[in-house]
């Protein structure tokens, strides 16, 4: 990449591509990226640093998980990046009731919990844990709740929740429990995450809770979202 332009970046799901003449640099959710003015003092540790002419650089560091890469444009055959870049994304007109009708077709769907269905197999671009749990909140379904014991209305909730707080997110410049290229939180404050953990939920008055559930941790309400 040395002497290239950046000439733009793209959002991919939950991956953000950066162009660079030919080459692509790609970045995974869990990689945090900061970007440094002239003066600013690079970091210690990071698993990548770009100096750029005028002084200011970009840089990358993963705490727990995350991936980047460099690729040659065509030329990258991961299958999580192939879904993102060819599955409509929650934030267009084409992710509609139709579209998310038929990611909940088949008997394997239904026996799925909701946070399993939302979170696996990338059957939604970008969709993963952290944001799951406020599409949850809002549509009032457990994370437990199996696919299958949906009614009508729970799926018009879900899908509506999955559109309308994903849209919210995007336009506050993401979670505050996330902070953006300048070190920043997000503009959008979560209901339910680790910063809401004992809260009284302002909708029912029953408590924020926090459970281990599939590798990771599950937030939600006793009382507005029950099994």
Known sequence: MIGQTIDGASARGGMVEIQVGRARLLFGDGVNLRFHSKDDKRPSKHQLLMDFEDGTALSASVQMYGGLWCFLEGSFENPYYQAAVQKPSPLNSEF??????????????????????????????????????????????????????????????????????????????????????FGKPGGYKTKASKLTVGNTCPVCGGSIRKESYMGGSIYYCDQCQRI
């Open 96 to 181: 509609d009731r139709v579209y998310f009708d038929s990611l909940m077709d088949g008997s394997e769907a239904d026996k799925m919990s909701a946070k399993a269905w939302l979170a696996t197999e990338q059957r939604i671009p970008g969709l993963g844990n952290g944001v799951l749990q406020d599409i949850l909140y809002n549509a009032r379904i457990h994370p437990k709740r199996k696919i299958g014991s949906l009614n009508e209305g729970e799926k018009e909730a879900l899908f509506r929740a999955v559109k309308d707080t994903l849209a919210d997110m995007a336009v506050r410049g993401g979670r505050d429990t996330e902070k953006d290229l």
